[in-house]
């Protein structure tokens, strides 16, 4: 089978990541994490990357850049094949270090932009070893949120953010849901050139209501739809209606609902039949048949697709919170929290090292 062509180009925004052969740690000392941001910075000064956020665990690794001339396979060469020789030289060993080729996904909207931060300082979170992003050091969080870093760390779009007031940090639920749907990217891939995020976070309901009508062909219930947000933030929707005034206290409202959240898994979480019927405890085939109503009342009833619309628009704003741009637009931005005052390191939960003991988010 032929491998998958790398899709780069100049003034790319890329999301790079590769973990250790066989699960082997790839960074077991201060000295080997200054060496990888070494090279980092090399690339940087030689003109082929701008770095704008990064996490280094034990045994993997996340990256997002934006490569100016369009030479991420180069970059990446010189990045992988100079640290695994110094490595391999400091520890008298031979063979490969990283896992077979690194993987990347293009980030092409400003959510999709907003959640790939997110989730590279969120690593050492969801390792469980730290409360917070920035306590952890070998991560851009660390820096961001200190006066002064490492001049090759781009800072420049976080700086502009600050500066007009633009940065929010995304409530703990959100923050699980970019985790979830950018994990879930990284493992399915996704079309850059059909990603709706940058249209849909932050819009108004006609808006949303527009795009759900023109994708209403493609609802059919046979394969997986778009990854825009979280199955905890769709289950968690649907219950706020179940306990409210939504479609539950209306005749036939329950049924209704769970049409609604079927075909939410299936269209918006990208879930297939197997994964949605296990968070919906029926079978396989109720979610077919659920999906299939999905798509047959969506093109029949106008006031299901209201709800629908109303309420995925709810989905997306508990997924990626908006702050107000000029002319009342939403603007979608990390919430990384700014401080004047550097943050001291924690007292525990670190060896002298400064590297987490346990593993992290892997790719």
Known sequence: MPRRLREDYPGAWQHVYNRGVAKRTILENDRDARMFLSLLARLVRAGQWEVHAFALMHTHFHLLVRSPRGELPRAMHRLLDG???????????????????YGNRVVESDAHWTAVVHYIHENPVSAGIFSRPEEFRYS??????????PPWLDRSLYEEIAAIGRARTVAPGGLRGLQWMVGRRLHRGTDALDDPLEELAGAPPDRVRHWMVRKAALADGTR???????????????????LGNGPASEPGGEETLGILEAGFLRYFCGLSLEEAALRLSVSPGTVRNRTGGFARRFKEEPEFVDTAARLLGDCLRRDFPATAGAGGGSVWRPGIPFRATPVEPPSGGVGSSGLPGVRGTAP
Do not use: C
Request: avoid cysteine; charged fraction near 30%; glycine fraction near 12%.
């Open 83 to 101: 640290y695994a020789r110094w490595f391999n030289r400091a520890r008298r060993r031979d063979g490969p270090l990283f896992r077979g080729r």
């Open 140 to 149: 851009s969080a660390w820096h961001l949120t200190r006066p002064k870093g």
């Open 224 to 242: 997986p739809g778009w990854i825009l947000v979280s199955p905890g933030t769709v289950e968690e929707v649907m219950e706020g209606q179940r």
